[in-house]
């Protein structure tokens, strides 16, 4: 059966412009991760992706290293992308990222020139593209030089592969340099991936993040934003010793009564707003406006859709907000 899109999925789901550049994303990002690749069958990932198409979100983000296997991700999307995605290319917002663990070798990982070329063609090739719409530096790599990352990543612009480039897990610090030299390139650069949720807020938040890229035309896409499905009502009664917690969520196991403590008291702010726990969550994130989008993983139809329900409530009050911060404390 040829698909065809639902003719109403822009009257479905907010879109956000970021800063003031002329990339526009919809509140939801869609993430392959860990839930789309060679574990799945074909046929589950294409009725969970077209759905969220279907549904108003039209950016899909990716990396070289996303699996379970690398670049079983991609393939998946591409496979999704050939037989049904492909006469919307020009509605599309697809990205990738380099930089974790992609190919054996010292090559195989981090921002070197060669290294992110080579995993960008890959990608491409993956995914059956001519270009991603943004290409990140996955993370930051302490042993080659901001400036060659940068060119690189500008050279891949210059080359027609990319429309935009990003970062990932960049610190403020780190963004502020590489924007420095970006500035210098003339190179569109346009976000910073971080990990980001009401239980994880150090990344996007500290040393000025979200207005040091604001101010340079640039926004925070927020990935993790139910701290690997903490943020859900499944675990108000606890979590196992061994829940496999994102490196940057890892804390939360430290202390677990706390953060179950958190979790339910969260959990009755948004029962008296008529949401679920992930619905509060991503509202919260959302009510910045220097968050782009929130990048959502979903395996099922259940969950994608329960996911998307966050759009009928995306307002909250300052007495709501003040009664999440007097939580997190």
Do not use: C
């Amino acid at each position: 059966m040829v698909y065809a899109a639902d003719e109403n999925r822009y009257e479905k789901m907010p879109v956000r412009r970021v800063s003031d550049s002329g990339l526009i994303l919809p509140a939801l990002s869609f993430g392959l991760w860990r839930n789309l690749g060679d574990e799945k069958p074909l046929a589950n990932s294409r009725e969970v992706m077209l759905k969220a198409f279907d549904n108003g979100i039209y950016s899909f983000d990716n990396a070289s290293n996303y699996g379970p296997s690398n670049g079983s991700a991609e393939e998946t999307f591409g496979a999704v992308y050939q037989s049904d995605l492909k006469p919307y290319r020009d509605e599309l917002v697809i990205t990738t990222k380099a930089g974790y663990h992609m190919w054996p070798g010292p090559l195989g990982e981090f921002s070197g020139r060669k290294t992110l070329h080579a995993a960008l063609d890959l990608s491409l090739k993956r995914m059956h593209l001519d270009y991603v719409d943004i290409f990140y530096a996955h993370r930051f790599d302490p042993n080659t030089n901001l400036e060659e990352t940068a060119v690189a990543l500008n050279d891949l612009v210059r080359q027609g592969k990319a429309l935009y480039v990003g970062v990932s897990n960049y610190t403020a610090e780190q963004t502020a340099a590489i924007i420095e030299i970006f500035k210098d390139l003339h190179t569109p650069f346009v976000v910073n991936q971080v990990s980001y949720n009401l239980l994880h807020r150090e990344e996007a938040e500290a040393d000025g993040m979200l207005d040091l890229l604001n101010d340079n035309h640039a926004g925070v896409v927020a990935y993790g934003p139910l701290a690997e499905g903490l943020l859900t009502n499944r675990y108000l009664d606890g979590f196992p010793a061994d829940f496999p917690l994102h490196r940057t969520n890892a804390n939360l196991a430290q202390d677990q009564e706390a953060t179950v403590a958190k979790l339910n008291a969260l959990n009755a702010v948004a029962a008296d707003r008529g949401q679920t726990l992930a619905q509060l969550a991503m509202a919260w994130l959302l009510k910045d406006p220097r968050v782009a989008s929130i990048v959502i993983g979903a395996s099922s139809l259940e969950h994608l859709l329960d996911n998307v329900k966050v759009t009928d409530n995306m307002t909250l009050s300052d007495e709501e907000l003040a009664k999440i911060e007097q939580i997190l404390k």
